[in-house]
């Protein structure tokens, strides 16, 4: 298939790319970077987290964080959404999209949300239904549709299976996640592949960790799969606290340096997010993990 002639990227690093932070990051400093993100260009920015604080206590201030930005016209702002509670909070904080998260792996559900798919599926219905009512964007989130890091690989038909009870639940769009970074773009394709027998490819997209480095290959096979949303996370901040070894989510600079290299249409300025991945790189005390925006940033300097 041709490649898009414009993606969607949806910037997710105050979410995944911070939760996994040991230090706590003051909320003025999510704050500006959901800021300078959303300046840049994205129309979408996954900005907190409305969980049990016990479980990722670095997404404890997202109603703070929300109430701190400056809201930008047009561009919406998503929170995670395991359960009417999370769902009760996020709206009081006025969040424009929710996103229910569960997995293609029954350990990694328990893992992560501590219930099996089953029973992650009954508590994101009363979510979807509120959700449906409040007029607020429903998104779900799959992980381990590649690989668990308990159950091993997954077979696509068992990702089908998710996707049609999200489906059934009235999302707008629908993230197949390698949570761990291990897939590669065969796989990748064949898995894209047989969700869009379910739904138009435009409701799905790629969530792809780089932790084996094979994200930027995968975002280009599922492009030629009829993906064309991609979820990043400026210099390549993030991995998951129930997934050991996971690292960050593919930096955002290398997606925008690739998309724009090829001609695809991105809206986003490369260069002021090349400038915020080094703020908050500095911010967070460690190198920015992202090859492009490092040779960029050593250009200008
Ligand atoms: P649980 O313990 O089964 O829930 O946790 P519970 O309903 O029995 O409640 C236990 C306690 O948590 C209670 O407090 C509740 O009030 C509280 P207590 O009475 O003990 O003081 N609680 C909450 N507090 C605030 N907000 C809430 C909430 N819900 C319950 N929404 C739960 C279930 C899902 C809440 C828990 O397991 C949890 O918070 N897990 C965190 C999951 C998480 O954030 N993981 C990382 C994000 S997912 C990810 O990174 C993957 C993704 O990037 C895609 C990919 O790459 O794969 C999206
Ligand atoms: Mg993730």
Not at 146 to 169: E, N, Q, S
Request: aromatic content about 6%; glycine content about 8%.
């Amino acid at each position: 298939m041709a490649l898009p002639s414009k993606v969607k990227i949806v910037e997710v690093s105050p979410r995944d790319g911070l939760q996994n932070e040991q230090v706590f990051i003051d909320t003025s400093v999510k704050a500006e970077l959901i800021n300078r993100l959303a300046d840049a260009g994205f129309v979408n920015v996954e900005a907190a987290s409305f969980v049990s604080p016990k479980w990722v206590p670095q997404m404890a201030d997202g109603a703070q964080v929300m109430a701190a930005i400056n809201r930008r016209p047009g561009t919406i702002y998503s929170a995670l959404t395991p359960n009417m509670k999370g769902f009760e909070n996020a709206i009081a904080a006025g969040v424009d999209e929710v996103v229910i998260f569960g997995a293609a792996s029954e350990a990694f559900s328990q893992k992560n949300i501590n219930c099996s798919i089953t029973e992650s599926i009954q508590r994101f219905e009363p979510v979807a239904e509120a959700a449906k009512n409040a007029g607020i964007r429903l998104r779900a989130s799959i992980s381990c549709a590649l690989d668990c890091p308990y159950d091993g690989p997954t077979d696509p038909k068992t990702v089908a299976d998710v996707v049609k009870r999200m489906l059934a639940l009235g999302c707008d769009e629908i993230d197949i996640a390698d949570t761990i970074g291990t897939g590669t773009p065969t796989r990748v394709d064949r898995v894209m592949k047989t969700v869009s027998e379910l739904a138009d490819p435009s409701i799905f997209s790629g969530h792809f960790h780089d932790t084996y480095g094979q994200a930027l290959a995968n975002i280009y096979a599922a492009m030629q799969a009829g993906i064309s949303i991609f979820h990043s996370s400026v210099a390549g901040l993030g991995g998951c606290p129930y997934a050991k070894g996971a690292t960050g989510n593919v930096a955002t600079e290398d997606v925008l340096y690739m998309m724009h290299g090829m001609g695809v249409h991105t809206g986003i300025d490369l260069d002021s997010v090349v400038d915020t991945g080094q703020w908050i790189s500095e911010k967070i005390g460690r190198r920015a993990d992202s090859r492009a925006g490092n040779a960029i940033a050593a250009k200008k300097s």
